[in-house]
């Protein structure tokens, strides 16, 4: 059991030390540092003094692999394997800190001790996130000391089916999955759809670029997934679930079997749990990592044994779902927050977030930004707080340009919008969504249409290919993409890229096609202008574009040092030393060489 700062420790252990070894600091070699702590621990006869926790996700990934040590609170940042020995010796022995292994604030460049002190985490509120980084997700005595199990011990000894629907109405928590459908609605019609044989189905398939909150969370604290799945089984009465995690994710996947196995050795799962009659079992079922079934009806077929493609609605999987039965299908965030819901109440989860937006939301921050990694913050946040002080800014002094949310499916947010309150209305409104959580910052150094077509690709790369609109309609899509990246579009091209945006949302068969032309069509709204730009004056703003874009040399800043001459890879320019150079435009295969050598700033990009 994790102890707060300052406390005592029962022994046999004098001192914790925690250890994200989630997937990004495993990456990082998290499991050698440890490896290598456990050598040094021995070798200095400590083994039985240090108690070594291998924990989930901290959130702060960038600068990972953490180390955090008990009782004194002290985290240490970025370890490697060849750092144990120091940490071993210094601070376990001696009780004097590792400076140069402690945290620098990037602005002030003040130490940092502890990690909840650090700017990351001021405007966060970890609700899904409540233990990861704080216990050992291999062990279920761990989470039932802090609460584990007692909500589904709550529910099954004190609470009606009916209870259980009116604490979720109240607490007013809808799906994270991305459409933040009203949570209770959707268990409600399961529980009013008559049956032999209902199923709880937890979609873990996350598959948007950059996105990793489900894999943290089921890393991190994969009980509390189980417990809110065994919780929604007796609340529309189903006895079975299914936990549909794609098989890239061989950390969560692994956590996720200890977990059940305790759980049904524990009489937490299975036939009778807490001697009640209420049973329910649950199974895991590996996805290959096809992004359609992320889509519940294509997830619901793939568990099913057949070819992951979507299906009609109506009839929807709460009355007509899984083998036919009726079956609830959320996401792990969404199955995260329900212990926490039925412990503290309604009232405590609906007093965080907005009016329609309840609660928290994990992010998945990345792309241009100083702080990298997993953020949970409560809904109505701004956009610009999170990107300047949770994610600390933009790195090299560029300027912020646009933040993408909800991967392939959503839009972009330009900086007329970096005040916007974070929520599902807000998002909606201005042609992003929430998504799962994926939330990309993008700088001035960033092509809009190039964006787009990262994303395009992505989508007609996943389409299953069963419905025409989407087969068809986004490779047309990224046809007229490609033509206006390489400079050979027409005004013509982008009235009818727009024509088909419209057509392929509006008669595509499941979210992923309908949401498809979305990140054209945000970045076609906001930045019209440089999609102009590309097609009117054959020129990428950002040069980014490689057929758009010249490298020229600035006479009045070359000193002839032919160090660009040089690199050339076909030898495009030319000149006499110390006078300046010139670039063959004919020859220049636009690889930006030059501009990566020269040391005088005298070559531009145009």
Known sequence: MRLEEGAAIDPPFEKEMMICAGTGCISSKSDAFIQSLKEELAKNELSEKVNLVSTGCFGLCAQGPIVI????????????????????????????????????????????????????????????????????????????????????????????????????????????????????????????????????ICNADEGDPGAFMDRSVLEGDPHAVIEAMAIAGYTIGATQGYVYVRAEYPIAVKRLRIAMEQAQKVGLLGENILGSDFSFHLDLRLGSGAFVCGEETALLESIEGHRGEPRPRPPFPAVKG??????????????????????????????????????????????????????????GTTLREVVEEIGGGIPDGKEFKAAQTGGPSGGCIPIEHYDIPIDYDNLLEIGSMMGSGGLIVMDEDNCMVDIAKFFLEFTVEESCGKCVPCRIGTKRLLEILEKITLGKATMEDLDKMEALCFHVKENSLCGLGQTAPNPILSTYHYFKEEYIAHVVEKRCPAGVCKNLISYEILEEECIGCTACAKKCPVAAISGEIKKPHQIDQAICIKCGVCLDTCRFHAISVG
Request: glycine share 8%.
């Open 69 to 200: 040590i008990y009782p004194e609170g002290v985290f240490y940042h970025q370890v490697k394997p060849k750092d144990a020995k120091k940490i071993v010796e210094q601070h376990l022995m001696k009780g004097e800190l590792v400076e140069k292994l402690l945290y620098h604030d990037h602005e002030t460049q003040e130490i940092i001790n502890k990690l909840m002190d650090t700017p990351f985490y001021h405007k966060q509120k970890r609700v899904a996130l409540r233990n990861c980084g704080r216990i050992d997700p291999e062990k279920i005595e761990e989470y039932i000391a802090f609460d584990g199990y007692q909500a589904l011990s709550e529910v099954i000894n004190n609470c009606s089916r009916e209870d259980v629907l009116e604490i979720l109405k109240a607490s007013g928590i809808r799906g994270r999955g991305g459409a933040g459908f009203p949570t209770f609605m959707k268990w409600s019609f399961a529980k009013e759809s008559p049956s032999d044989q209902k199923y709880v």
């Open 322 to 379: 899984l083998f036919g039965k009726p079956t609830i299908v959320n996401n792990v965030e969404t199955y995260a927050n329900i212990p926490q819901i039925i412990l503290k109440g309604p009232d405590w989860f609906a007093n965080i977030g907005t009016e329609k937006s309840k609660g928290t939301k994990v992010f998945a921050l990345g792309g241009k930004i100083q702080n990298t990694g997993l953020v949970e913050i409560p809904m």
